[in-house]
């Protein structure tokens, strides 16, 4: 490898890692809601504090964009919530959830809040710690707020799960273990939202296909204009997850080698860990894997309609409102930037990430684009919930013990009831509420649509380990950049691959006569099947 090639890499690793650090949230103190906005219960003496982390997206007192007003709507049903039970009080906290090392301490401390925002991902490392409650056992029976309103048809009567209007999304939360420990109040779907303006006067149409989509981008980009605006590791999660779909959906049949009977019903065809462990051992997600080149080679492909300098974590919503970018894939959330700003100037529409016709890939599934997006506010509740208990019993005897605990769940389970949720999810555009009975903000009717479709084949970057997240991040920056040719980048994730199913076999274990045993009962199905990795393309018997 040459000098130059070398100072090349080097110096695109440097800027890399220079830029994420500088872009990290800075380290930020627990902050309690101001004696203003807390309920009235907080200058009297109670038997329940129960302290409350739910992220700034609804804390009390937030200004969204620094537009909106000061958010109440968590306020008021923490008001209603302490009308019912006197003998209780919530604090709302902003404490930094997203440093990891913080809330480590605290839950090693048993000083976490009860109730915390945390993506489930992170939480499912740390599950065998008893740092996380399961709450297994109260989804599966009656919500007791909606039982009292002596109605069984009401969901919530029969069981907690049946209030979650998308299930996918809500049962695809179990962790390695089997158990749920994410309420999931609300969702968050990803669209790409576009000038009408611009789009009208160069003449253009909404793209169903990526053939069109180029089309579209490419005259935009003649015009002057940037044709699409987003992050680099957005770009990494979706791009990498609706591709992979894209090109991988039409051999499920042949390959879908688990099929969980609780999920099954949401998640038809996910690829979970141990799947692609032993895929891979059949040439899949190698170098051998016609599809696995192609699916980095069309992200490539994509790139050269991105800025020139694409950001790591944040950015390109400036490029976007500025009329610089005509399109931006980011995510529901946004909407509410666009709604309130009444200096925008243009008019503006979303629509999803377009089929991969054959045009573009002859090893297209041919399929429509699949969900992507997911629980957005993701609650969970901690050890401290069981304070009340003896911390030298068994974690399962303190979890059926605790009568702390058991009005921390309850208070999410008041939560769920529509005329609640809502005033929380629907206080301003942002998520979908995921709870029946409550219709999204009109603003948000696209990414209901979306979501109504089937959910995604895989997601690749939680596949396995932070390690696999790190090593598929960094390398795929450095191949948009071209500091790394295709073969190069293969090579990268293929090894990443095969060293994060070593890993999960040691700490989890795999099954690998069953999952032969299924692979050759799916046989006669692979027959006639195309693009598959070299290996088995020259085994007759696949």
């Not at 009860?114 to 599950?127: F, H, P, Q, Y």
Request: charged share 25%; proline share 6%.
């Amino acid at each position: 490898m040459s000098k130059s090639r070398i100072f090349k890499y080097a110096s695109l690793a440097v800027i890399l890692v220079w830029g994420f650090i500088k872009l990290l949230p800075e380290r930020e103190e627990p902050v309690a809601i101001s004696d203003q906005e807390a309920p009235a219960s907080a200058k009297r003496d109670v038997k329940h504090v129960i302290k409350f982390a739910p992220g700034n997206q609804y804390t009390p007192g937030v200004r969204l964009f620094g537009m909106s007003e000061p958010l109440e709507g968590l306020t008021k049903v923490i008001r209603k919530y302490e009308a019912r039970h006197p003998d209780t009080r919530i604090e709302v906290f902003n404490v930094p959830t997203v440093q990891r090392e913080y809330l480590v301490t605290q839950l090693s401390s048993g000083a976490a809040p009860d109730i915390v925002k945390v993506n489930v991902e992170d939480v499912w490392v740390d599950v065998h710690k008893n740092w996380y409650v399961p709450l297994d056992t109260f989804l599966d029976q009656p919500n007791p707020y909606v039982v009292e309103k002596a109605d069984p048809s009401l969901p919530g009567a029969r069981q907690w799960w049946d209030m979650f209007r998308y299930q996918a999304i809500t049962r695809g939360k179990a962790g390695p273990d089997g158990k749920y420990y994410c309420y999931t109040l609300d969702a968050v779907e990803t669209g790409i939202f576009y000038n009408k303006t611009l789009f009208g006067q160069l003449g253009l149409e909404v793209p169903e296909t990526m053939t069109e989509f180029f089309h579209v981008a490419e005259t935009i980009k003649k015009n002057g204009y940037i044709p699409l605006s987003m992050v680099l590791l957005s770009y990494a999660d979706w791009g990498v997850d609706l591709i992979f779909d894209q090109l991988y959906h039409d051999l499920l049949p042949g390959i879908d080698l688990v099929k969980d009977p609780t999920r099954e019903a949401y998640l038809q065809g996910y690829l979970d860990s141990e799947e692609i462990a032993f895929l891979h051992t059949k040439g899949f997600f190698t170098k051998d894997d016609p599809r696995f080149q192609e699916k980095w080679r069309l992200l490539k492909r994509l790139r050269q309609y991105m800025p020139q300098e694409i950001s790591v974590r944040s950015g390109g919503d400036r490029q976007f409102v500025n009329q610089q970018a005509a399109m931006i894939w980011i995510t529901s959330t946004f909407t509410y930037r666009l709604v309130a700003d009444q200096d925008l100037g243009f008019e503006w529409g979303v629509f999803y990430f377009p089929m991969i016709d054959e045009a573009v890939s002859k090893m297209t599934a041919n399929t429509p684009a699949c969900v992507i997006g997911g629980a957005a506010t993701q609650l969970e509740v901690t050890n401290s919930a069981v304070s009340d208990t003896d911390p030298n019993l068994p974690f399962e005897q303190r979890i059926q013990e605790s009568e702390r605990l058991k009005r921390v769940v309850g208070f999410l389970q008041f939560l769920s009831l529509p005329e609640n949720a809502a005033l929380v999810t629907n206080e301003h555009p942002r998520f979908i509420p995921n709870i029946v009975g409550v219709e999204p903000l009109p603003e948000l009717e696209p990414f209901q649509k979306i979501l109504e479709r089937r959910y995604t084949t895989t997601k690749w970057m939680n596949s396995f380990d932070l390690r696999f997240f790190d090593v598929l991040q960094r390398m795929f920056a450095l191949y948009l950049e071209d500091g790394a040719t295709l073969e190069e980048l293969v090579d990268w994730m293929e090894s990443n691959v095969s060293a994060s199913s070593e890993l999960f076999e040691n700490r989890k274990g795999i099954d690998w006569e069953a999952l032969e045993k299924k692979w050759q009962e799916l046989a006669p199905a692979r027959e006639g099947m195309t693009f598959l990795p070299k290996p088995l393309q020259e085994n007759p018997a696949l």
